[in-house]
């Protein structure tokens, strides 16, 4: 009697690109103009600035719709062709999609940690902040510790929860955030994340951004400086005087605009390319080669604790700053 049939033997390359998105997932999808200033509502007076910032906003929609269909093994092979320039934010994007899933589907982080295994280890600033965004969307209580977040950058999902207020709320939202009250401790975080997503907010004009940051309480703004001076290194999008002027309009703030600016020298060089605009950047912000200013992230990480608290993470910050003035 003919044994029963067995069952077809399982890929081992699926097993290896982990668990496939649901069939559902793809009504998550974000449309392409998401990424559009005028239906944003940003500012469109900066046309070189717009187009800049608008194709960075179309990575990240790249990444986040891929990896909404795809399971994150094969995340890689789509990204792949992307312009290098490009590329971290689409992994950012992977990383919001990735725990936007991991958070509908009650997977325990299953996407988030296979796509830092894996594509996005290269990226890990990129897909820990990309995970903030996801919070904006579904909320998860101790989201850091059921998505598997590294301790120490897990607490960049606040900064990405951060941008997303800003970059989805816009002026709007930004204000109403100046008018709340004193934040919580990892408020500081969040408005890193906020500061961050002022350069597209206001579409890397220097002055409107400080004008902006003016009107929050004095004790926020060098949180929100440190996010600018990420984005402006990372992204691009302003002219050599443009940069001359936010370091000018930095004023106290400085050594916050730059430590932000080492941030974005680190993430592209783990990212393996440092683009012209960040080299450019770091140099008229700081006063210091990119390399330079990537390697005080890497000195002042080995001197902290290593417990992952949120006070590790804003001693990191400070002695990234110390660093900065010290090199003045």
């Known amino acids: 009697m003919p044994g029963k049939p067995s069952a077809p033997p399982r890929s081992r390359t699926r097993a290896r690109q982990g668990p496939a998105a649901p069939r559902w997932a793809r009504r998550l999808c974000l449309r392409e103009e998401t990424a559009d200033f005028a ?28 990896a ?37 589907a ?46 120490l950058l897990g607490w960049l999902a606040l900064d990405g929860l951060g941008f997303s207020y800003g970059y989805f709320g ?13 934040p919580r401790p990892g408020g500081t975080v969040r408005h890193q994340g906020l500061g961050r997503s002022l350069w597209f907010v206001e579409a890397a004009d ?6 902006t940051i003016t009107g929050f309480p004095e004790d926020r703004r060098s949180h929100l400086w440190s996010g600018v001076g990420l984005a402006a290194c990372y992204a691009g999008g302003a002219a050599d005087g443009e940069l001359d002027r936010l370091r000018e309009r930095s004023g106290p703030y400085w050594q916050h605009l730059a430590q ?27 006063g210091v080669d990119a ?12 001197r902290l604790r290593g417990d992952g608290s949120l006070g590790d993470f804003l001693a990191w910050r400070a002695l990234i700053s110390g660093s900065a003035l010290a090199s003045r």
């Open 260 to 286: 932000g600016a080492a941030f974005a020298a680190e993430a592209r060089r783990r990212g393996g390319h440092i683009p012209e605009h960040t080299h450019r950047g770091v140099l008229r912000l700081v």
């Open 206 to 211: 220097p002055d409107r951004i400080a004008g």
């Open 106 to 151: 009650l997977t325990g982080g299953r996407r988030v940690r296979a796509l830092l295994r894996g594509p996005g280890r290269d990226y890990v600033h990129l897909v820990h902040v990309g995970a903030g965004w996801a919070l904006a969307k579904a909320p998860l209580p101790g989201a850091r510790r059921l998505l598997g977040l590294d301790p």
């Open 39 to 66: 239906v944003r509502g940003f500012p469109c007076d900066r046309p070189e600035s717009r187009r800049v910032l608008e194709r960075h906003g179309r990575s990240f929609l790249t990444g986040f719709n891929t």
């Open 68 to 104: 909404l269909t795809a399971a994150p093994g094969a995340v890689q092979e789509r990204l792949t062709d992307l312009d290098p320039v490009e590329r971290g934010f689409a992994y950012e994007g992977a990383g919001m999609a990735c725990a936007l899933l991991d958070t509908l």
């Open 170 to 182: 816009g002026r709007t939202a930004v204000a109403r955030i100046a008018r709340k009250g004193p």
């Open 291 to 302: 390399v330079t200013a990537a390697g005080w992230t890497l000195d002042a990480e080995r």
